[in-house]
């Protein structure tokens, strides 16, 4: 296998390079929705692990160092080290001490065998060998995971231009056990006490992607109108975290103004580090 033949990081590294000032105005309001989920469960002095941020064009890392101070820590952990890059040029320098950028493949190469098999024209695989144990150094005060779970598969199928039927092939047969090692991998990074933070992008209304009601009729009860929205359950963390049984305390709702014409519905769910995973790495088989 050739480890340079990352189909999943290359696709990401380039839709994170796109449109970098025009996102950092555009989503300001995000970073806010954001650092309110995030500042009551963040300590002074705390260590935090931000994943899947990239360049944290909608998330509030400033604000984040800021508050855990000289003696905190803030963990990067992403396999686009070209976007993390961009996020810590953007510190201070007295910040970006405080920040670590950790190179890591949360699906731990198993993304890239989906999508180079798809590529290739070669047999699928039955088996996937996922990663459970914790990322980084662990035990942190407070883990973010941060709109990564829609695009374990989904940019590299765009990049491969892979047909839609093929598309929704693949994401029936692996986006759900790509989706629950994640979820476990982040939740068995935190502390026992501690919090994680599952940012996810549920819903998208777009002139191709059509719902049943408006993006401004949903955010006044997201809560019962999510249920009625077209979605794609196998990469939500929320419902993987109630298969799991782990302890949620809390969920926001706020819009993610995309692009001009595309917006999301994003649910951050808040769940306590009570379930963890094992360190072992064992695969998920998957034969349909």
């Known amino acids: 296998m050739n480890e340079y033949d990352t189909v999943a990081r290359t696709a990401n590294a380039t839709n994170n390079a796109k449109h970098q000032g ?3 105005d555009r989503w300001h309001m995000v970073r806010d929705s954001a650092w309110g989920v995030i500042e009551p469960r963040l300590p002074e002095d705390g260590r935090v692990c931000l994943v899947g ?5 909608d998330l509030p890392l400033a604000r984040i160092v800021e508050r855990v101070g000289a003696a905190g820590s803030v963990d990067l952990v992403d396999f686009d080290i070209s976007s993390t890059d961009r996020a810590l ?3 201070p320098a007295e910040q970006r001490a405080r920040v670590t950028v950790l190179a ?10 989906v999508l180079r098999a798809a590529r290739d024209r070669t047999p699928l695989p039955d088996a996937l060998p996922l990663p459970y144990d914790a990322l980084g150094a662990g035990e942190y005060d407070l883990v973010i995971g941060d709109m990564l779970y829609t695009q374990l598969l989904h940019a590299g199928m765009l990049a491969l231009d892979l047909p839609q039927p093929q598309q929704r092939a693949l994401m029936r047969r692996y986006d759900a056990p ?8 982040l939740q068995a990074s935190a502390r026992p006490g501690g919090h994680v933070v599952h940012i996810h992008d549920l819903a998208c209304w777009a002139s191709a992607h059509a719902q049943l009601v408006t993006l401004d009729e949903a955010l006044v009860d997201p809560c019962c109108a999510w249920e009625r929205l077209r979605r794609h359950d196998a990469c939500d963390p929320h419902l993987t975290l109630g298969r799991i049984g782990a ?3 809390d969920t926001a709702w706020w819009r993610w103004p995309f692009e001009p014409n595309k917006h999301f519905l994003v649910r951050a769910t808040v769940a306590r580090a009570d379930v963890g995973a094992s360190s072992e790495l064992g695969p998920i088989f998957r034969t349909s």
């Open 22 to 24: 025009l996102r950092l």
């Open 53 to 57: 941020a990239g360049s944290c064009d």
């Open 89 to 91: 040029h953007r510190l």
């Open 104 to 113: 890591d493949d949360v699906t731990g190469g198993s993304a890239d065998l």
């Open 178 to 185: 790509l989706t629950t090692a994640l979820v476990h991998r």
């Open 247 to 249: 302890n949620v305390i």
